[in-house]
């Protein structure tokens, strides 16, 4: 058995897929590179199939209809033969030196009959255009090289979450929970990374910054006029994750303060968007999504009803809208994220 699946999910990513493939090729034999090709209509079809074709016992193409981000993260998960699994969008890549050590870590783990349910990393935001690089690190959280269980876990900073970035799970453990991501949705990395965390038991945290998620093409997903776009889209990811984890049966005090806190932040996000857009068909859906809240997650309503980043959201008037802006955007600056 191989040690990682790691699935590419393509849609025409010609420009740039090359690259990010290249960056994972240096795992060898102990891995396997799942490029779901979905639906491309440029050479993603093209490229996975000569890369299949060159390295036969590594890489292997999948191509599929045009499904979305999450049916090609599903293709992966399907196809997956190896103990532990990663998604590397096409258009990121991986720093070679943390690629070793990571693979180096999970050897000894498998070799010393460790089951461990997921692998945390870092992750670098490599923001096109940005003087410094902001890293999102965990050393303050979390134990370091050692398997630990949520009673281990030290409190988060602000501005500190898992990520999709920062994830490895253990490849039996998406199966047995049944994670399916949706169809034709945008932001589905929310619900890949939170869904499976009421299942996790047991953890390993290697301090090196592993994945490099680029930000800075017009096209990409997280820039914040098209997430304002789609925000029927994230809206529809929050609603999903508050639905599909029920807070009051998670008995771990550790994981249930940190799963609490990572969907404040994806519905404080949802809430930020609708009130930067300005319009009054999204204010009254921010109202409408509270009021889902209300009636789905007391525990979640309550925070964002008394807890600092909840009031942010409901400032009154005008004034107040641009003062939860403005925080916003200043957070925005100080954690890098988009």
Known sequence: MKLLSIVIPCY?????????????????????????????VDQTADIADEYAAKYPTIVKAIHQKNGGHGEAVNAGIRNATARYFKVVDSDDWVDIRAYMKILSELK???S????????????VYEKDGAKYKKV?????????ETVFTWDDVKSFRKGQYILMHSVIYRTQLLTDCGLTLPKHTFYVDNLYIYTPLE??????????????????????????????????????????????????????????DYMLRHLEIVTVVSAILLIRSG????????????????????????????????????????????????????????????
């Open 112 to 123: 010393e009959n460790n089951i461990v349910d997921l692998v945390i990393s870092n992750f």
């Open 136 to 144: 999102m690190r965990y050393e303050n959280a979390l134990p370091e």
């Open 12 to 40: 025409n990513s010609q420009d740039y897929m090359r690259y990010c493939i290249e960056s994972l090729l240096p795992g060898g034999e102990s891995v396997e590179i799942l490029i779901v090709n979905d639906g491309s």
């Open 108 to 110: 000894n783990l498998v």
């Open 199 to 256: 299942y996790v038991k047991s953890l390993y945290y290697i301090n090196v910054d592993f994945y490099r998620y680029f930000i800075g093409r017009e096209d990409q997903s997280v820039q914040e006029d098209i997430m304002i776009k789609r925000i029927d889209q994230q809206i529809k990811v929050n609603k999903l994750m508050i639905n599909q984890v029920n807070l009051e049966n998670i008995e771990n005090d550790n994981l249930r």
């Open 279 to 338: 319009t009054i068909e999204n204010l009254q859906k921010k109202k409408e999504l509270l009021k889902f809240v209300k009636r789905n997650n007391l525990q979640l309503y309550h925070s964002l009803k008394f807890g600092i980043m909840g009031r942010l959201i409901n400032l009154p008037g005008r004034a107040g809208r641009r003062i939860s802006v403005g925080a916003y955007k200043i957070s925005q600056r100080l954690v890098g994220f988009n």
